[in-house]
């Protein structure tokens, strides 16, 4: 996989990184750029696809579930905190403008307050690709761009979540070198939950090479 990473700051502490869609790396049939306005509704519909396939027992609920995605979505979107950030994986094709407008994957990243941390902390939400673009870079993508933004807002490790049923996703981010969290032993306990608390010293970017 090689990435391509933009010339110049990518990332910034300014809120207008949120809605001006500045690209920030690409790969080979696709870029990552900041999420804008007009693709609220389709990264909706990518969340909704992803986390309630038609199949699910959730399927009934589509329409009143992408209508609250998206709502949420344009929530923070219209908020523009400084300290959060959504990317989008778009199709990228010579002599094809309609690929600027296919988003293929989605990520977002935010500070946020976490169970036992002292304070708040970069926290990754809602990565999904598109199942037909999957295995292909773009998931890791996404998450480089993470990175960027957490590395630019001077913090020294970044967060997510995973299921325990969810091995594929489990050996991505170990492939990212994502490790469990010391606060693990705690968190499905007092949470009831199956999550697995995952997280990255961000010193890894750099000595791993996967940025410049």
Same mark, same amino acid.
């Given at each position: @996989?090689?990435?391509?990473? @933009? &010339?110049?700051?990518?990332?910034?502490?300014s809120?207008?990184?949120?809605?001006?869609?500045?690209? #920030?790396?690409?790969?080979?049939?696709?870029? +990552?750029?900041?999420?804008?306005?007009?693709?609220? *509704?389709?990264?909706?519909?990518l %969340?909704?696809e992803?986390?309630?396939?038609? &199949?699910?027992?959730?399927? !009934?609920?589509?329409?009143?579930?992408? #209508? =609250?995605?998206?709502?949420? %979505?344009?929530?923070?979107?219209?908020?523009?905190?400084?300290?959060?950030?959504?990317? +989008?994986? /778009?199709? &990228?094709?010579? =002599?094809?403008?309609?690929?600027?407008?296919?988003?293929? =994957?989605? #990520?977002? #990243?935010?500070?946020?307050?976490?169970?036992?941390?002292?304070?708040? /902390?970069?926290? +990754?939400?809602? *990565?999904?690709?598109?199942?037909?673009?999957?295995?292909?870079? $773009?998931?890791?993508?996404?998450?480089?761009?993470c990175?960027?933004?957490?590395?630019?807002?001077?913090?020294?490790?970044?967060? %997510?979540?995973?299921?325990?049923?969810?091995?594929?996703?489990?050996?991505?981010? &170990?492939?990212?070198?994502?490790?469990?969290?010391?606060?693990?032993?705690? !968190?499905?306990?007092?949470?009831?939950?199956?999550?697995? %608390?995952?997280?990255?010293?961000?010193?890894? $970017?750099?000595e791993?090479?996967?940025?410049?």
């Amino acid at each position: @996989m090689s990435v391509k990473w @933009m &010339t110049g700051p990518v990332i910034s502490n300014s809120p207008a990184l949120w809605a001006n869609g500045s690209q #920030v790396l690409s790969g080979p049939s696709f870029s +990552i750029r900041t999420v804008e306005d007009r693709d609220l *509704l389709r990264v909706a519909q990518l %969340l909704c696809e992803s986390f309630y396939p038609p &199949t699910s027992y959730w399927h !009934w609920a589509l329409p009143v579930l992408r #209508v =609250g995605i998206y709502q949420d %979505l344009r929530t923070r979107f219209i908020t523009q905190s400084p300290k959060h950030a959504c990317f +989008i994986a /778009v199709k &990228t094709g010579p =002599g094809d403008p309609s690929a600027q407008n296919n988003i293929i =994957g989605t #990520v977002e #990243v935010t500070l946020r307050s976490l169970w036992l941390l002292r304070q708040p /902390v970069p926290y +990754i939400s809602n *990565l999904a690709v598109a199942p037909n673009h999957r295995r292909r870079g $773009v998931a890791q993508h996404l998450l480089l761009a993470c990175e960027q933004a957490a590395t630019a807002w001077q913090t020294h490790f970044l967060y %997510l979540n995973v299921l325990e049923t969810n091995i594929a996703a489990q050996q991505l981010y &170990t492939k990212a070198q994502y490790c469990r969290s010391e606060q693990q032993g705690l !968190w499905p306990r007092l949470r009831r939950s199956k999550r697995i %608390l995952l997280r990255k010293h961000l010193s890894t $970017v750099t000595e791993t090479g996967y940025r410049p």
